[in-house]
């Protein structure tokens, strides 16, 4: 039985990185249905090797670091609004109000936090998403990785998400803290101190749970719904296979899949986004208290900056992160199909 387990274990639709040794070959097994590409001229490395989980998690670095980065403007504006939406109003008065107070260049404030923090949470999301995904398809089998890929990508991000978080919390801190406090330290260099002198480590992490329910929840929904939509993209949409497309045409469909999965990203995270900002905002709050003050419309307050704000930013997250891999000559496998093995139990072929 256990001959049978190994068996199964390396021939799954995902590769397995730990029964079997890194080895080039001249050709993918065509028995595959989502291919464990091995090194070879067409690729840098083979699919889960340790190259190409380090390459994965520079992609997440550079996907999440420079997108979020790219966005503080709206993010600043978005986080005020949810603390003190009767200021700040909508979207375009609170630019107006903000630009007013503090200038345009004010809208820069958190770039710093922002930078670093959602860079090691990309190394994190990323990195680890594929670590997990070929992990658990090992323990499911060719079969069942198929029947349940929606289960195994939601599972998958879920547990990579877990670790980023952990990663992301203090620079998320100290961010919020510089955006929507007025008067409190106005750069990362004065703000990660005074956390530090005034409450501890503890004060990085009082947002943990929060930030839990907001981004295991949004990462979730980001990593299945663009898996999904991508496989119905290239099924119901492009009118061939995705190995007759260009590269610039896959990254057309990458980019379209990844806005529809931000979209519904934005609207499942919302409500646990405004606690993070209120919670930072409130010095010795707690999530209850936060989210029974804020009542159930409160939670929704600047949903459309932010529908905005995610829907491009997983888009542009989508096109990097797999940019990276076509730069780097990483293997991509295509969407899954059903194995030859399924289809003879289900009369099919």
Not at 103 to 126: D, N
Not at 301 to 330: C, H, N
Request: hydrophobic share 40%; charged share 20%; proline share 5%.
């Amino acid at each position: 039985m256990s001959d049978s387990l190994v068996s199964a274990s390396r021939n799954n639709l995902f590769c397995n990185p730990f029964f079997t040794k890194a080895r080039c070959e001249s050709h993918v097994n065509p028995s595959r249905t989502i291919a464990a590409a091995a090194a070879s001229e067409e690729y840098s490395c083979e699919f889960g090797s340790a190259k190409f989980y380090t390459l994965c998690a520079f992609g997440g670095l550079l996907s999440c670091g420079l997108t979020h980065t790219a966005v503080v403007p709206l993010d600043l504006v978005k986080c005020r609004i949810q603390v003190d939406a009767k200021k700040y109003g909508g979207i375009f008065k609170g630019f107006r109000v903000s630009v007013a107070e503090e200038g345009v260049k004010g809208l820069a404030k958190g770039w710093a936090p922002t930078l670093i923090g959602y860079s090691m949470q990309g190394v994190c999301k990323f990195g680890f998403y594929e670590v997990f995904k070929i992990l658990y398809s090992d323990l499911l089998g060719e079969e069942n990785t198929y029947l349940w890929r929606t289960s195994l990508y939601l599972a998958s991000s879920a547990s990579a998400e877990f670790f980023a978080d952990i990663a992301l919390c203090p620079m998320e801190a100290v961010k919020v803290r510089i955006q929507t406090q007025p008067g409190w330290s106005s750069t990362l260099r004065e703000g990660f101190p005074r956390i530090m002198k005034e409450e501890g480590i503890s004060g990085f992490y009082k947002g943990i749970v929060p930030l839990w329910a907001r981004q295991i929840p949004y990462t979730m929904m980001k990593f299945a719904c663009f898996e999904r939509t991508v496989e119905a993209i290239y099924k119901f949409v492009v009118p061939k296979p995705r190995s007759e497309c260009s590269k610039s045409e896959q990254l057309v469909v990458t980019f379209a899949a990844g806005y529809i999965a931000g979209v519904f990203c934005a609207i499942v995270s919302h409500p646990a986004d405004t606690i993070v900002s209120k919670l930072n905002q409130k010095k010795g709050s707690n999530f209850v208290d936060v989210a029974k003050s804020l009542g159930l419309l409160g939670m929704w307050k600047g949903l459309f900056p932010r529908i905005i704000m995610i829907g491009t930013l997983t888009a542009l997250q989508w096109f990097i992160y797999d940019s990276v891999k076509v730069a780097f000559r990483l293997p991509r496998p295509p969407p899954p199909e059903m194995p030859e093995s399924l289809k003879l139990k289900l009369g099919l072929n």
